[in-house]
């Protein structure tokens, strides 16, 4: 089965320029989540979906960051104006909901590193 | 809300010899508790993970106990070898919280030949 997909692997642009972020989940799986990784902050939760629909963005930076998700297997993130201290590894995950549990472990990309000069 | 501790943050380990990591949660609501294996330039990979009505779980090399009295819980690899040198990240979840993780800071474990 194919895992999470994240496009670019690699992103270097330059302050002020927007950068997307693309995903493409497990299919099947009705959970989305965009994470930001740093060394100094570790994983932090930026957003998530379910059934497409953004339930908790508190994670968002600010408002330059957004976040979009039209069907169940595309999501986008996107940094408009970028700036140096939003360099970070972008993770996105999925995760399937129901079934006997009601807690799913998160399937991870292999991330988006992210370079603004 | 919920904060994870893990320690330690570093650990090196002779191949051959067990590695423990010990996660504590704060919120007694918290419900599941999986553990991840970071390797270079790639995603966390979802190892083991473990439910509050189960006390220990293995898979092979790897076992994860639950404490939940103590609100702690613990990663143990047996018979260690270099391809387990990773960064490992434990998390918490409750119900309270719907799809959210609460992440450890992470271990950066390093098996020497």
């Known amino acids: 089965d194919a895992g999470v997909i994240q496009s670019p692997r690699h992103e270097v642009t330059e302050m002020g320029q927007e950068v997307t972020l693309r995903c493409k989940p497990i299919s099947g799986h009705n959970s989305l989540f965009w994470y930001r990784q740093t060394m100094m902050r570790g994983l932090e939760l930026l957003i998530y979906?379910?059934?497409?629909?953004?339930?908790?963005d508190s994670g968002m930076p600010e408002d330059r960051f957004s976040a979009k998700m039209p069907n169940a297997s595309f999501s986008t993130l996107k940094i408009q104006p970028s700036e140096p201290r939003d360099s970070a590894v972008y993770f996105c995950a999925s995760s399937p909901s129901g079934g006997g549990y009601s807690n799913q472990p998160q399937h991870f990309g292999d991330g988006t590193r992210l370079s603004i000069l | 809300g919920e904060n994870v501790e893990q320690h330690p943050s570093t650990l090196s380990v002779q191949e051959g010899d067990s590695a423990v990591i010990k996660c504590t949660y704060s919120?007694?609501?918290?419900?599941?508790f999986p553990w991840y294996k970071q390797e270079l330039g790639k995603g966390p990979q979802l190892i083991i993970d473990i439910r509050s009505n189960v006390g220990e779980k293995k898979d092979q090399r790897i076992a994860v106990t639950l404490n939940k009295t103590a609100k702690h819980f613990s990663l143990h690899i047996t018979e260690t070898q270099p391809e387990d040198s990773a960064v490992y990240f434990c998390?918490?979840?409750?119900?309270?919280?719907?799809?959210?993780?609460?992440f450890g800071p992470g271990t950066r474990l390093s098996v020497l030949p």
């Open positions: 979906f379910n059934n497409n629909v953004p339930i908790d």
């Open positions: 998390a918490a979840k409750g119900d309270n919280y719907g799809q959210n993780f609460v």
């Open positions: 919120d007694s609501a918290s419900n599941y």
